[in-house]
Structures are given as structure tokens and as C-alpha cells.
């Protein structure tokens, strides 16, 4: 016979027992900045349910305040591209090992379902997931209310068990108004104590794409922090942006520690190219759109850079020259080989962004078209927003990068590869490409994977992240003429 288990999610597979930060994630993410202002107002009346022994009503609260008037696709969305990364950094690995190890897994949460059920299935591989079910209206909008007020969650799990079975295990805190426990033959309550030597165990699938602003997980006091940090970040990002753009390239290293940036550079960079010799090919890692910009800064030169899909606004901000792909492989590599024989250029042949430690497939084209390829690790740290977005306005990626208190770059040269590491030796393409990302990934610490862009953008937005070449035309014509009023100003 199987055996089976039934545990509660938080407070049990999570460490933390209290839902609102998540909460504070759907109003942040979902809706606006003034939701997550009103929720973290909530928090004190909230709390004070809780302490009085009416931790439902709390929890009614924050999920009105959260979804009311949300499309529900919205919180689709989040749940899918924004909540796995902070459920996956708060398992505990004790209750883990426990759940992972019985053949038939049941999670328990009184958290609306929708914000749950795509982690615990595919990242504690869950069989299935018993939460309240939000109320939604004809129009696809949240109501903010869940339907029979928790009530029907021990009858939905004892629907899931014939009536001569029960399950085996449940876990799960006592204190829990849910009686789920009295269904099952054993009971266990965190704490737990586990063999430590289970290395044999399947750890949770990890958590490789992930979109939101957000990096830390909002706390009440982490989400009070933000906000109070907001309007100086905005000033000072301000500031970091005008400087950026109006002092030569050579300064803005010396400069940026006065405004709390820092660049570390490993590693010797080669010299420019000479006017007689093709351009040296840097591929970098490819962290935020903000990559090729602090290569060049670090070289103290312009490199131009190879876009694959970004906005005719970006590139008009761009202070460095791009060149944009079409995709169609002959045309491109006629565009990178013209650019070479010009002089150097940077390519991220991930052809997007990944904020965790993992590395993308690596397109094959750069190492067919030279053999004067230099690796760079770029990796960047912040502490309170992310420079990336897949679903949002990616205009906002720079400003969000420098809105941070310290933002940081660590930019680590490689040697340029050896003739024998190249096409030029007989290698192919795939070979030369695959190897370069080995070297890369083991500079950071990070993994390799075959993920694409389009992998990651079907899981974060639904859609292949092909940027229309007319996307924001209309934007980019208005902020032209901004930015020629702005040039007759400075001179």
C-alpha cells in the first residue's frame, strides 16, 4: 500500500507561519504601491486579531485588501513568476525531507489556492494542494471574499481518501484551527528531527526564472523600510542617471562610491584594437541591461553592443552604440562581422537576462564569426529592487538598478581563448559556445542549463518576449525631442 501524507504549508513546509508578506508581494506586484501601502497600514490591526485568537479574520483581511478589484489573470501571473522564488528560500528542509519521502503528497493551506498550487506541485512535486478558493466575479475580477470561510478544507481532504483509508502522516502545528491532523494515523508538529545524513533525499526543484521588482521578501518592517526609502531613491537615482549620462567615461568609476555604486573588476581586459586588426568579441553573462554599459565604463571606451530585443527606447537611452539582431542567422552575422572589423563588441549570447544563479543556453553564432573571443563574468548585487522584468516596462530597469541604496557590479575578465579552444582548431560552434558557458559558471558559482529566452519568457509572461521593432515608437518620438531640449541646455 502507498503510503501517504498530508501537511500543512505554512508554519510547517514554510518556516514562517505568517502569510502577509506574500499578501504584500500581490499588492506590490499585482495592483500598485498604494495597495501595498494600505496593506502594511493593515498590519497592526491585523496582528492584533491574531494575538486575540482570530488569526482567520486577519487572514480574510489581508486577502480582501490584497485582491480586491484584481483581475484574477494578474494574480495568476504573480503566483507564477513572482511568489516561487520567496516560498522556495523559506522551506524548511527538515519538513522536506519528512513530506518528500511518501509516495502520495497532500499540501494543506488556508492561503487562496491560486497563490500556491503552481510551487507546491512543481516545486515540492505535491499531488495535489487543498486551499480557499477566492471568490470571482463575471468580469475575471477578485471580490476580495473566499467561499465557506475555510470550512470546507477538512471535508475536501477527507473527499481525497476513501473511507477505509486514511493517511499516514500528518504534519502540521497543533495550535492549527484546521483539524486535517485527526484524519490521519500518525501526527507530527514542528519542530522536527531528521537524519542529518540524507543526501539521498530529492531536494525541491529550484526555482530558475523569477520576475517582480522585489528582492527581498517584504516583511512588515523590510516593506516599511521600502517605502520610507522610496522618494530618496528616486532623487538619487536621479542624480546617479544625469551624472552617468553628462561626465566622460573615465570619471564615472571614481565617482560612483560618492553615490554609494561599486564596481569590482577581476581580471586584465585586453587592449583596444588596433585600426589594422579585426575587434576582440567580449561575451558576457548577461545579469540586466545594464551589462555592456559597465563593461564599457570598466574599458573606459564606448563598446558597441548587440541587442536582441529591446524597445527604441532603450536604445535611444542607450549611452553606448547598439546594434540590433533581426533574428534571421545570415543577417546577423553579416551585422557582427562588419561590426568587428570596425573594432571590439560586447555580446550576451544568452540572449536574455537570469537573476538567479543560473546560466542560460548559449547561442552559437559569436563562435563562428571570430576567434578572438574574451569571456566576462558580469554578476551585479542589490538590495532592494531587481534591474529585470519580464512582464513589466523594461525602460524602468536602469532606474530601478539605481533607485537601490548600494547597488554593486563585479566584472571578471577571462583570458582571451586559446586557437585550440576555437572553430579555428575544428571545433564546432556548439562545442566552442557550450564550453564558454562552463567557464563562465564556474567563474560565479552558478549552474549551466539548455533553458532559452522564450523557455523563460513563456514561464514569466506567457508570450515568446519578442519586443515589436514599433513597440514605443510613439514614446521614443516625444522623448526625442526631450532629449534635444536637454542637449541645448548643456551646451
Given at each position: ?21 506574500y ?22 490591526l ?9 488569526k ?17 489573470s494578474e ?27 511518501f ?5 494543506v493551506?488556508?492561503?487562496p ?10 516545486h515540492?512535486?505535491a499531488d495535489?494542494?487543498?486551499g ?31 473511507g477505509?483509508?486514511?493517511p ?12 486535517f ?7 507530527l508538529?514542528?519542530?522536527f ?138 543577417v546577423?552575422?553579416?551585422k557582427?562581422?562588419?561590426?568587428l ?7 550576451c ?22 576567434d ?9 548585487r ?14 524602468m ?19 582571451q ?18 564550453y ?6 564556474a ?6 542549463t ?17 519586443v515589436?521593432q ?18 541645448l541646455?548643456?551646451?
Open positions: 500500500m502507498d503510503s501517504s501524507i498530508v501537511c500543512e504549508l505554512e508554519g510547517t513546509l514554510l518556516k514562517d507561519q505568517d502569510p502577509f508578506s499578501f504584500m508581494l500581490i499588492a506590490f506586484e499585482a495592483s500598485s504601491l498604494i495597495r501595498f501601502a494600505i496593506l502594511l497600514m493593515l498590519w497592526p491585523i496582528k492584533f486579531l491574531g494575538i486575540c485568537g482570530q482567520d479574520k486577519g487572514l480574510k483581511l489581508m486577502i480582501f485588501v490584497a485582491t480586491i478589484g484584481v483581475k484574477i494574480i495568476e501571473v504573480v503566483a507564477r513568476a513572482v511568489l516561487p522564488k520567496f516560498y522556495f528560500d523559506d522551506i524548511d528542509m527538515k519538513s522536506w525531507r519528512i513530506f518528500s519521502s509516495d502520495k503528497r497532500i499540501v493551506t488556508k492561503i489556492r491560486i497563490m500556491v498550487e503552481r510551487f507546491v506541485k512543481e515540492l512535486r495535489d494542494v487543498i480557499s478558493e477566492l471568490v470571482v466575479n463575471n468580469s475575471g475580477f477578485a471580490t476580495g471574499f473566499v467561499k465557506d470561510d475555510f470550512d470546507s478544507i477538512l471535508e475536501r481532504v477527507g473527499a481525497l481518501f476513501d477505509e483509508t486514511q499516514s502522516l500528518g504534519l502540521g502545528r497543533p495550535q492549527n484551527g484546521s483539524s491532523l485527526s484524519l490521519c494515523k500518525e501526527q508538529h514542528p519542530p528531527m531528521t537524519n542529518k545524513n540524507q543526501d539521498h533525499i530529492i531536494k525541491p526543484l529550484p526555482v530558475i526564472f523569477h520576475d517582480g521588482r522585489l528582492v527581498k521578501r517584504p516583511t512588515p518592517s523590510i516593506a516599511l523600510l521600502i517605502l520610507l526609502w522610496i522618494p530618496f531613491g528616486i532623487i538619487l537615482a536621479t542624480i546617479r542617471i544625469i551624472i552617468g549620462l553628462m561626465l566622460p567615461l573615465w570619471i564615472v568609476p571614481y565617482l560612483a562610491p560618492l553615490f554609494g555604486g561599486k564596481v569590482i573588476v577581476k581580471g586584465k581586459p585586453p587592449p583596444p584594437a588596433s585600426t589594422t586588426n579585426s575587434g576582440v568579441l567580449f561575451v558576457c553573462t548577461h545579469r540586466t541591461l545594464l551589462d555592456p554599459v559597465v563593461l564599457s565604463t570598466v574599458l573606459q571606451r564606448r563598446i558597441p553592443a548587440v541587442t536582441y530585443s529591446i524597445s527604441r527606447l532603450s536604445e535611444i537611452l542607450s549611452p553606448i552604440p547598439t546594434v540590433r539582431l533581426t533574428r534571421i542567422r545570415e546577423d552575422a553579416q557582427i562581422k562588419r561590426q572589423e570596425k573594432g571590439d563588441l560586447v555580446v549570447p544568452e540572449g536574455t537576462t537570469c537573476r538567479e544563479p543560473f546560466l542560460l543556453r548559449f547561442s552559437a553564432l559569436f563562435a563562428e564569426l571570430t578572438k573571443i574574451v569571456p566576462v563574468a558580469m554578476n551585479y542589490v538590495g532592494f529592487f531587481h534591474a529585470t522584468t519580464a512582464r513589466g516596462w523594461k525602460g530597469d536602469p532606474i530601478f538598478f539605481f533607485m537601490n541604496p548600494r547597488p554593486m557590479y563585479e566584472v571578471t575578465f577571462l583570458n581563448l586559446p586557437v585550440e579552444a576555437t572553430c579555428s582548431s575544428g571545433k564546432s560552434p556548439h562545442d566552442v559556445a557550450n564558454v558557458q562552463r567557464i563562465l559558471a567563474t560565479l558559482g552558478f549552474e549551466c539548455n533553458f532559452t529566452r522564450k523557455d523563460k519568457y513563456r514561464v514569466l509572461a506567457g508570450n515568446d518576449g519578442i515589436s514599433n513597440s514605443g515608437t510613439n514614446l521614443a518620438n516625444k522623448f526625442n525631442k526631450v532629449v534635444a531640449t536637454f542637449k541646455f548643456i551646451h
